[in-house]
Structures are given as C-alpha cells and as structure tokens.
C-alpha cells in the first residue's frame, strides 16, 4: 500500500502543517472582519443619502464616491438641473469631510450642509436647526460632551448644537 506524496510531506513536519493552517484560519478571519468593518462604515457614511430618497444624486466633475470627498454643486447647476422635464425637486447640499471639535475633544465627521430647513435623519432630541446651528449624531455628541446648545467647532467656524440624531435604521444588505 503507498501513501500519496502530499500526505507524506504533511504529516512529516506536523508542527509547520498545523502553523500553516492556523496563518490560512487568521488571514481568513482578518479579511471577513475587515469586510464587516467596511460595511458598517459604509451604512453609517451613506446613511444621508439612504434617507433622503433620491431618484438622482448629481455631483461635480471628478466625485465618484462620497467617501473622503468633497462635493458642492453650484446654485446656477441647480436651477439648471430643476428645469429638465420630469424633474419635481432639487435639493442642494455641500458634503466635506472635517472634524467637530468642542474644546480638546474631536470627532470625524461627513458635514452635509442643506439649504432648506429640516433634517433629513430623524431627531431624538432638540428641533431642527436653522442658521449657524448643527445636528450632532448621539453617539459623537456624547463622546463630545456637546449637550443640546454647546457649541463645537467644525470648518474654522462655530457652531452650536441644535438637535441630536438617532442612528439610522439598519437597512437590508442588498
């Protein structure tokens, strides 16, 4: 009776065999871990847009992803956009990738910036902010210790916190 060579060669070393193994099991379970990472971060960076509704999403020349991009389409483009047949509304909204700060504490956050008043995630706390005013998810709000009214710092400018969201529902993977 022969033993094929591979099980020959495996069985040899038992110690590599097993090391081997176990570095396949780890790089396995590294990559499926990173891939849930990615989609959490994913669900939470599109969460705006998940929301809203839209049919279209129009953004300048060169955003292909609003992940670490920054989009401003300009008034003109809008009105511009507004006007096609079958179009019944354009929402504008500037996006930037920044960090709220409220004294030594920091956080990163996707900034969208409406014209028109209203959120589009609901709120759990606080009404809807106008002017210079800033919604704040709970779970950075709390990490700031920004309570509704504080001010934070965002984009050289203050701001001051008007209401709180809830995290948006999870929505089914597609």
Do not use: W
């Amino acid at each position: 009776m022969s033993v094929p060579v591979a099980r020959r060669q495996l069985l040899a070393r038992k110690g590599r065999t097993i090391a081997g193994v176990c570095g396949i099991a780890t790089a396995l379970v590294l990559i499926l871990t990173l891939n849930a990472i990615m989609a959490g971060m994913e669900r939470q960076i599109t969460a705006f847009i998940d929301h809203s509704h839209p049919d279209v999403i129009v953004a300048q020349a060169g955003v292909d992803t609003i992940h670490m991009s920054e989009s401003t389409l300009p008034r003109r483009d809008a009105n511009l956009i507004a006007a096609l047949p079958g179009v019944t509304r354009v929402r504008p909204i500037g996006l930037v990738t920044t960090t709220v700060e409220r004294g030594r504490k920091r956080g990163l956050v996707y900034l969208v910036g409406e014209e028109q008043r209203g959120s589009t995630i609901p709120t759990v706390a606080g009404t809807a902010p106008g002017p210079h005013q800033i919604v704040i998810d709970r779970t950075l709000a709390s990490s700031l210790g920004a309570l509704l009214g504080s001010r934070v710092q965002a984009l050289g400018m203050t701001f001051r916190s008007r209401a709180r969201s809830r995290r948006p529902p999870r929505t089914p993977t597609r």
